[in-house]
């Protein structure tokens, strides 16, 4: 039996208070790789007004005990990030050069470090590199869009990233970085149809009218951004729909790392394990075991195994092995699911340690994720995204 539903995902900007902390975390978490490859990090990070703290754990092995701030100015890497993102204006209560910092980062404690380390310690029952904490992952991937997405998720990114483009390009000089947007999409037999409604809020400066700032947005920004097969006389727009957004940022809402997981992952289409991403090295399985998730699940629909395809597995912390690993197709597989399941088996491998190494996980490349998704990137270093192991999966799913 068809049946019509309309379903609705958000994306929020560089300069949404929540995001602002995570890009700060993941600036720390690059800067401490490029000094040494194997940093252990868990950084989070709290904005309000003209405040950021930064708390979590560091240890860099290479400095060998060395204070952190001989190697790492926490300070510059944070108003470098603040500056990147844009809030650089006169009117900014959050501003890159006048924001004051507590930092209150220490080590990574030696009872997580015994379990995560490659040997043998007392009890612990394997000399091999263990999960840095336990938890359930959850990947996902549908024949939705070229990005193997969700139509919602990647439409909202996509308003998004188009609108910092513009702010970042000067051309509009009312345009300020805290941002949000939103799409509802209605699905006729399970598959994107129409784009219902349109929400963006854009922070402005003090002196734009209001009709300006919607016709630039649907003019420049909806009408460039959603293919125009999906919009119609019935689709609804609306912008700043409170009618003024000139407080914004940091100055206008608390920040905190890791408060936006259904943005960075599928927009609430696939399901979530509760873990966030940002500020976490890769031995964090939250963040590397979500990115193999996707892997997988990509690979599973590129290789057209499946249409739609999530990925769930847990882990212990300390032990080397996932606990569980599960296949869901929503019955949308081309083979049995169980094959399926045992294809995956065979062609990935789930320890903690592989995992690092088959995507090269251990490279300062981070910021390049936090913005705008964690998945449906095009970008070599994004290496969950590709889509290399089909055919292997064709092959062992005979």
Not at 83 to 99: K, L, Q, T
Not at 170 to 194: E, F, T
Not at 293 to 299: E, I, Q, S, T
Request: with cysteine.
């Amino acid at each position: 039996m068809s049946r019509s539903y309309i379903f609705s995902s958000e994306s929020v900007g560089e300069g949404h208070p929540d995001k602002v902390c995570d890009t700060i975390s993941d600036a720390i978490l690059d800067a401490c790789l490029a000094i040494d490859k194997t940093s252990r990090v868990a950084c989070e990070t709290f904005v309000k007004s003209n405040t950021v703290v930064v708390g979590g754990e560091i240890t860099i092995p290479k400095i060998k005990g060395a204070p952190l701030d001989s190697v790492l100015n926490i300070g510059d890497i944070i108003r470098k990030a603040i500056r990147e993102i844009g809030y650089v204006n006169d009117d900014d209560v959050f501003h890159a050069d006048r924001v004051f910092i507590s930092n209150l980062l220490t080590s990574q404690s030696p009872d997580i470090a015994q379990g995560v380390d490659a040997k043998k310690t007392d009890g612990k029952d394997t000399d091999e590199q263990g999960a840095g904490d336990q938890g359930l992952m959850f990947g996902y991937a549908c024949n939705e869009t070229p990005e193997l997405m969700p139509a919602p998720i990647m439409f909202a990114h996509r308003l998004g990233r188009e609108l910092t483009a513009i702010r970042k390009s000067g051309k509009v000089k009312w345009l300020r970085p805290d941002a949000k947007s939103q799409v509802s999409v209605l699905y006729q037999d399970n598959k994107p149809v129409r784009v219902t409604n349109v929400v963006i809020s854009t922070q402005h400066s003090e002196d734009v009218k209001t009709e300006e700032i919607r016709r630039f947005i649907i003019n420049n920004v909806i009408r460039k951004v959603i293919p125009k097969e999906f919009l119609d006389a019935t689709t609804q727009f609306l912008i700043n729909p409170t009618g003024r957004f000139v407080v914004g940022g940091p100055q206008g809402d608390s920040g905190l790392t890791g408060r936006k997981i259904i943005v960075d992952t599928y927009g609430g289409m696939g399901r979530h394990g509760g873990g966030a991403f940002s500020g976490k090295d890769p031995t964090k399985v939250d963040r590397s075991a979500a990115y193999m998730g996707r892997y997988v699940a990509k690979n599973v629909v590129a290789a057209g195994l499946a249409d739609r395809c999530e990925v769930q597995f847990a882990y212990a912390i300390g032990h080397p092995h996932p606990v569980s690993i599960h296949i869901d197709t929503f019955g949308t597989h081309k083979i049995d699911e169980v094959k399926i399941e045992k294809a995956v088996k065979t062609v990935f491998s789930f320890k903690p340690a592989d995992i690092v190494k088959q995507l090269n996980l251990l490279r300062p490349f981070y910021s390049k994720t936090t913005n705008y998704g964690h998945f449906g990137k095009d970008d070599k270093d994004i290496t969950w995204e590709k889509t290399d192991k089909a055919a292997a999966l064709k092959k062992a799913a005979k």
